[in-house]
């Protein structure tokens, strides 16, 4: 007859071998070189946390994906998230805090006209309802998750119809 501490121990080895296994599968960890982006235009940076980039990554799917599906912009394809569309705008959208101040109150690529009423934005939450609960933490992950994906995704992040 097996003891009960014995049915215990096996049953623990097992727990821990399929978390284990669980966690190879899940734990996509990304090193801290790629999870370094800009956070504001003096070129400071800041580094995400495993958790802002799960978070960025999520939010961003549901909020954001289905007009920048793999960084393209639906209604203007000239214009993406890649890094060289976000430097080229005026103001410049390649940190944290840009996009996120663009999040919130976007504006046409040279900055001159308010867009608030055509491209989803805290401003405009009352038409948009997928904006109206994001906090400024959630901008921020979905900010970092902008800036990290070309060094994922490389080219292909606001590659267009040629990758996606």
Request: with cysteine; net charge negative.
């Amino acid at each position: 007859m097996i003891s009960n501490t014995k049915i215990q121990l096996s049953l623990f080895a097992i727990i821990l071998v399929f978390e284990a296994l669980l966690n190879q599968v899940y734990a996509i960890e990304l090193d801290e070189a790629t999870r370094t982006v800009t956070l504001e235009e003096s070129g400071k940076t800041i580094t995400l946390t495993p958790e802002q980039v799960k978070r960025g990554k999520r939010l961003f799917n549901n909020s954001c994906a289905q007009c920048h599906n793999g960084g393209v912009t639906k209604t203007n394809p000239n214009i993406g998230l890649d890094t060289e569309s976000l430097s080229g705008a005026t103001p410049i959208r390649d940190n944290i805090r840009n996009l996120i101040e663009y999040i919130k109150d976007p504006t046409s690529y040279d900055g001159a006209t308010s867009i608030a009423e055509l491209h989803p934005s805290i401003k405009s939450a009352e038409i948009f309802p997928k904006m109206r609960n994001l906090t400024d933490e959630d901008l921020f992950a979905i900010a970092g998750h902008i800036l990290i994906q070309p060094k994922i995704a490389a080219e292909k992040w606001g590659g267009g119809k040629i990758y996606y």
